[in-house]
Nanobody, 121 residues
Framework: QVQLVESGGGLVQAGGSLRLSCAAS????????MGWYRQAPGKQRELVAT???????NYADSVKGRFTISRDNAKKTVTLQMNSLKPEDTAVYYC???????????????WGKGTLVTVSS
């Protein structure tokens, strides 16, 4: 089965930086897009950034110019560099990947368990 494991969350002061990483493992034939989503208490989960296997990126307007997403296809990892953090960025951040587990399977969405990012003012 496919697993996504996030790391790098923690507590940081406003204006500081954090780097989140996500590693995919298990039965994986190929990975198309990967991305990061976040969910604050009482809010819906929202897109933060995505990146295709070819390197095309997409960012939420609220993080453009501050966050950078990247990936290593050989290592099956995706990274989110977060700079100039704001209290509004506080949320649980989830890794997402569109994965083809087997050559006979179609692509499906998989999610990590999340890592908490807390930005203090």
């Amino acid at each position: 089965q496919v697993q996504l494991v996030e790391s790098g969350g923690g507590l940081v002061q406003a204006g500081g930086s954090l780097r989140l990483s996500c590693a995919a493992s298990g039965t994986i034939f190929s990975i198309n897009a990967m991305g990061w989503y976040r969910q604050a208490p009482g809010k819906q989960r929202e897109l933060v950034a995505t990146i295709t296997s070819g390197g095309s990126t997409n960012y939420a307007d609220s993080v453009k110019g501050r966050f950078t997403i990247s990936r290593d296809n050989a290592k099956k990892t995706v990274t989110l560099q977060m700079n100039s953090l704001k209290p509004e960025d506080t949320a649980v951040y989830y890794c997402n990947a569109y994965v083809r587990a087997l050559v006979i399977s179609s692509y499906k969405d998989y999610w990590g368990k999340g890592t908490l990012v807390t930005v203090s003012s």
